[in-house]
């Protein structure tokens, strides 16, 4: 590009007015957006930014959770053993009160079930539901979400 002399100004320094737009429109939240899920969660709109994980956002996530899952349902978990991994499926009957139990930053929400060997407890981010399965969406909407926001 090039500028004639006479085109030029000389700089005194002074801020240009920034143009502030007249009407700012958000787009809808969209329930095929796995984000826009995890927005909803938290009230949030589309240009927000998704929540951080700590004690706060965790017992928020853990309500819309009590309210939408329903129990019990299948699931599987991969246990990493010493000679080899293997696929456990369990059964989770339920999500306990994480201000009953306390709050673990670094397991999030814990769920309670039944494999092979009787009772467990274990991050529920952890568990894998069937894709055809009612309870797919949200447990793998708050296991991305606890993976990529902790």
Known sequence: MWLAEEDLEPDDGTPLPIEQPTNIVTPPLSVKDQDDRIRAVFGLTHDDLIPHV???TLLIYYRYLRATLTFPFPATYWDFGRLHDQKITIMIHG???PEEIGFDE??????QGRDQNGRIEIPLAEVEVKK???NHE???DYSYWFHNWW
């Open 132 to 134: 055809k399965a009612p």
């Open 95 to 97: 999500l306990p009160d």
């Open 106 to 111: 670094e397991d999030g929400l814990i769920c």
């Open 138 to 140: 949200p447990v793998s």
């Open 54 to 56: 700590n004690p706060e």
